[in-house]
């Protein structure tokens, strides 16, 4: 059967969820002007906080009138959804209150020149920017072609409940600054809220790659509870890999994560062990054999190990290539 898109004069609906912000939230509207000016689209605010919010919602009201008061009830899925409901654009995108576009011309350009119309979803980078100064880029799905069924699921780390191919992949990308802990007690009660979370996920829906995968990599974010990820990962992997076979790109994320616990804890030894276990175990995508094998020569060089190095090297030169 057809997908029936949404049709719309209004290209694109941003959903933006508004917390306590005050620090960021005035860049994150700064950054999504332009295309709010250049492109017919409409920006639906969620206030999560309310009477006990920072200020940040009286930022996002200079820039839009749609807002929405939520209930805060440990659910981002149900709070997305409001701006769902509320939405009229044919695409939608979501964003946080502590996410900064760096430049949005791109997707300026694909709606101006009409080259949504080829697409059914969009992906972006996300540099996830840390307290210490470092930080990493990743690739997420935020954007999406809509139609009247486009819901989200999941209490934590939520996602579209269906996104349709083919996809755009965007160079462009937002600085996410969530992870900008100015201390361990905040950083520990960020990551058990997601814990919580997703573990009341699992008990009411059973492992699947995605939720055991987000658990996991929640686990890793701290020292202090990485041995408990690998035991997670001990308890899951099995039923997983039997009911969902080996192929899902998440499951293929733990695999290769389980070798970098024994990385993280500086246990090279048993990274060794492991690094073998997986690979003699499970039959790899290419980009979890280029992860893995990283891993392993990352840890193997400074100790001088050529023979492990050699050992993956072709491993990892085949998969670059």
Same mark, same amino acid.
């Given at each position: 059967?057809?997908?029936?898109?949404?049709?719309?004069?209004?290209?694109?609906?941003?959903?933006?969820?508004?917390?306590?912000? $005050?620090?960021?939230?005035?860049?994150?509207?700064?950054?999504?002007?332009?295309?709010?000016?250049?492109?017919?689209?409409?920006?639906?605010?969620?206030? #999560?906080?309310?009477?006990?919010?920072?200020?940040?919602?009286?930022?996002?009201?200079?820039?839009?009138?749609? $807002?929405?008061?939520?209930?805060?009830?440990?659910?981002?899925?149900?709070?997305? =959804?409001?701006?769902?409901?509320?939405?009229?654009?044919?695409?939608?995108?979501? +964003?946080?209150?502590?996410?900064?576009?760096?430049?949005?011309?791109?997707?300026?350009?694909?709606?101006?020149?009409?080259?949504?119309?080829?697409?059914?979803?969009?992906? !972006?980078?996300?540099?996830?920017?840390?307290?210490?100064?470092?930080?990493?880029?990743?690739?997420?799905?935020?954007?999406?072609?809509?139609?009247?069924?486009?819901?989200?699921?999941?209490?934590?780390?939520?996602?579209?409940?269906?996104?349709?191919?083919?996809?755009?992949?965007?160079?462009?990308?937002?600085?996410?600054?969530?992870?900008?802990?100015?201390?361990?007690?905040e950083n520990k009660a960020h990551q058990n809220r997601n814990v919580t979370l997703l573990q009341q996920e699992i008990s009411e829906?059973?492992? #699947?790659?995605?939720?055991?995968?987000?658990?996991?990599?929640?686990?890793?974010?701290?020292?202090?509870? $990485?041995?408990?990820? *690998?035991?997670?990962?001990?308890?899951?992997?099995?039923?997983?890999?039997?009911?969902?076979?080996?192929?899902?790109?998440?499951?293929?994320?733990?695999?290769?994560?389980?070798?970098?616990? *024994?990385?993280? +804890?500086?246990?090279?030894?048993?990274?060794?062990?492991?690094?073998?276990k997986i690979t003699q175990g499970y039959e790899l995508n290419q980009v979890a054999q280029l992860a893995l094998a990283g891993v392993? $020569?990352?840890?193997?060089?400074?100790?001088? =190990?050529?023979?492990?190095?050699?050992?993956?090297?072709?491993?990892? !030169?085949?998969?670059?290539?």
């Amino acid at each position: 059967m057809k997908t029936e898109f949404v049709k719309s004069d209004i290209k694109l609906t941003i959903g933006l969820l508004v917390s306590n912000r $005050i620090k960021y939230i005035r860049q994150v509207m700064e950054a999504l002007k332009p295309l709010l000016e250049a492109v017919p689209c409409e920006l639906i605010a969620v206030d #999560t906080k309310g009477a006990e919010g920072d200020g940040s919602i009286d930022v996002v009201r200079e820039y839009t009138d749609q $807002i929405y008061p939520f209930a805060w009830c440990n659910d981002f899925a149900a709070a997305r =959804n409001v701006t769902l409901e509320h939405a009229r654009g044919e695409w939608y995108m979501y +964003l946080d209150d502590d996410e900064v576009f760096d430049d949005v011309q791109e997707l300026i350009d694909f709606f101006l020149s009409g080259e949504y119309k080829n697409y059914g979803a969009g992906y !972006y980078g996300v540099k996830n920017h840390k307290a210490d100064g470092s930080e990493n880029m990743a690739v997420v799905g935020r954007m999406v072609r809509r139609t009247k069924d486009t819901r989200f699921v999941g209490r934590v780390h939520e996602h579209f409940n269906q996104v349709f191919e083919p996809f755009k992949s965007f160079s462009c990308y937002v600085h996410h600054y969530g992870y900008c802990f100015e201390n361990e007690d905040e950083n520990k009660a960020h990551q058990n809220r997601n814990v919580t979370l997703l573990q009341q996920e699992i008990s009411e829906n059973g492992y #699947t790659p995605r939720m055991c995968a987000q658990l996991m990599q929640e686990l890793l974010s701290r020292k202090e509870t $990485i041995e408990e990820g *690998f035991r997670f990962f001990e308890e899951c992997i099995d039923t997983i890999t039997k009911q969902y076979g080996v192929n899902d790109s998440c499951t293929q994320w733990m695999l290769v994560a389980s070798v970098r616990c *024994f990385y993280m +804890l500086d246990k090279y030894d048993d990274m060794l062990l492991q690094a073998e276990k997986i690979t003699q175990g499970y039959e790899l995508n290419q980009v979890a054999q280029l992860a893995l094998a990283g891993v392993v $020569i990352a840890a193997s060089a400074p100790r001088g =190990n050529v023979s492990a190095i050699l050992n993956y090297a072709p491993m990892y !030169y085949n998969a670059w290539n």
